[in-house]
Structure formats: C-alpha cells, structure tokens
C-alpha cells in the first residue's frame, strides 16, 4: 500500500517556511481570509508537536484506553477506523459505540499493523504508544502522513491536574470539529466536580498510600499524575506526593514510616485485587501500618487514575470510599 501525502495538515517546518501567512493557535483564516469550516484551520502544539489542520482527521487510530475514552465521550467512534490497548474494560456508557471499532492489537500494533488501517491521525495514551524502537515514533508517522497527539499527562512540566484534562478534551473536540461537544462535556465535568469537593468540604484529608503493583517495592503513584489530584480532591493526602513524578518505585520501609490512614489498590491486569490485598496483609512489616491493621482498602480501576474523562466520575466515587461518613 503507498501511503498519499497529507494536504490537511501542515508541519512545523511547513509553517516556518509559511511566514507570516501561517495561522494563529486561535484557529483564524490565513492572510485574512475565512477557513473552509467553522474552527478550520486549527493550530494546536502538543507535546512539543505543532500541528495545523485544515478540516478535521477523517481516519484515527487510538492507542490506550483513556484516550479510547475521549473519543467516545465526544461522539467520535465515526471517525475511529481502529484501537487498541484496554487497561480494564470500556465504560458501560461507551461499550456499543466501542463494539463497532476494529480492534488492532491487544496491546500495542505493530508498525505495519497500524499502517495497514491506513490512519490520518493517532491519538496515544502514554508515551510508549509512539516508541522509536517499535516504528511507531511521532516523526516516523508523519513522514507517512500521518498526523499524532499524546495525552498531555505524559509531557506536562508540573503536576497533572483537572484543569489539563478540561483543556485536552477541548483541544481534541477543536481537532475532530465538535467544540460545542467539548465545551457540553467540561461544563457537565466541572459540575460533577464540584459537587463532590461540597461532601468533603469540612472532612479531615485522611492519608493514603496508593498500591498499584509490586513485591521487593511498592510501585505507587507519585505527585505528577492527575491521580495525585484526584486523591486530595477527593478528602485525601497521598503519603508519596513528593515523588516527582506520576509512577514510581517506593520501598516498603518509607510505606511504613509514612503511615497511611488508607490504601487505594490500582484494579488493573492478570493481578486481581484480592491477591493484592491479601501480599498487604500477609506482610508482617506492614502489620502496624494503619491502614493494613484496620483494613481500609478503596479500589479504582487503572482508567479512573490517567488523565480521561473518568476522572470526575471517579472522584466522586473516591471521596465515598474515603469518606463513607459523607454519605456518597
């Protein structure tokens, strides 16, 4: 299969030769005349990506279940001609729409696989999703013609947060041509948001350790993700926020000394949750840490915790667990 070139999107080195006739991030008409649509053409820098279309990607892959999710919220399975890559299962709201869209690869497609849907846009969850060594790396699909996004979790310079999941939505809603849907979207988010932060308003921040996975170490999140934020939203203190980054390695000795008041577990792949709990509380160096000698264990699904559009639900759901008191 060849693969055409691109006459709807302009790269970076298209716009710089462009000059001063390129179009501004706010989606205006070049030299002053009017865009064929509505929004058209969009600029928009991801990731340190800079992108323009022209009219909105007709052909898109998506690689990872949140940005799956996105999608779908938007009313975009149209325009889906394949995905891949679940962490848990789709949300109930969007498995019919989901059921309809080739599946390319359990996990991640190879290159060829992913050519073979002949895409004009991939949308990745994290940034394995557009790793070189496996062909999949932003530049070498451009040079197919192929334009790309990265969830924004995955390149933020500070701690992830709601307002970074409000403006990916809107950016992707701006791409595919439905602002209005992005903006229904947010506006709906920010009430369910704020509905949950008036049930823990007056609540004690209980301390929380997040177990995501692991045995010589715990494998937890980290101050960076937008789970971070989730937590203290949610009534909580997560005992590991000073780890500068979403993931990462702690040992079990700074799980002890830092005595979390609860553990969330991370619901997610061939470890289930019971088998989690019962490593917690079978390890005898754990047996005075609060939260394992009074058994207190929320759980949330891995999709719940990444910048998507589960986390206003998900917070909501969260602060019930921590707060059962309040009545969620």
């Known amino acids: 299969m060849s693969w055409r070139p691109r006459a709807l999107a ?127 790396a932003r530049d070498d699909l451009a040079k197919s013609g192929i334009d790309t996004r ?6 933020l310079k500070g701690a992830a947060g709601l307002d970074d999941l ?31 932060a008036k049930t823990t308003k007056d609540a004690r921040p209980v301390s929380v350790f997040v177990y995501d996975s692991g045995d010589k170490a715990a494998f937890t999140a980290g101050g960076k993700g937008i789970g971070n934020d989730l937590i203290t939203r949610a009534g909580g203190r997560n005992v590991f926020a000073d780890l500068d980054k979403s993931f990462g390695d702690v040992s079990w000795e700074q799980v002890v000394d830092r005595r979390p008041e609860v553990v969330v577990i991370y619901d997610y792949g061939s470890t289930t949750v019971a088998q989690k709990k019962k490593r917690l509380l079978e390890d005898p160096a754990l047996r005075d840490v609060p939260a394992i000698r009074n058994k207190r264990f929320a759980v949330m699904p891995l999709s719940d915790t990444v910048l998507g559009v589960r986390v206003p639900d998900a917070l909501t759901r969260l602060a019930g667990q921590l707060h059962p008191a309040s009545g969620r």
């Open 166 to 196: 409000y403006r990916e939505v809107e950016q992707v809603g701006r791409t595919f041509g439905v602002p209005d849907r992005a903006e229904a979207w947010n506006a709906k988010a920010r009430a369910t948001v704020a509905a949950a």
């Open 10 to 136: 302009l790269t970076a080195a298209a716009l710089l030769a462009a000059g001063p006739t390129a179009c501004s991030d706010s989606g205006s008409g070049q030299d002053g005349k009017q865009a064929s649509r509505p929004g058209f053409p969009y600029t928009v820098t991801n990731c340190g990506v800079r992108t323009t279309y022209e009219a909105p990607p007709e052909r898109a892959v998506t690689m990872n279940q949140h940005v799956t999710e996105i999608m779908l919220a938007l009313g975009l399975e149209k325009s889906l001609v394949g995905t891949a890559y679940l962490d848990d299962s789709i949300a109930p709201a969007y498995r019919k729409a989901y059921e309809r869209i080739p599946v390319l690869a359990e996990e991640y497609p190879g290159k060829e696989k992913l050519l073979a849907a002949d895409p004009d846009f991939v949308y990745g969850g994290y940034s394995s999703a557009f790793a070189g060594r496996d062909g999949r």
């Open 150 to 155: 990265l969830n924004t979790e995955n390149c």
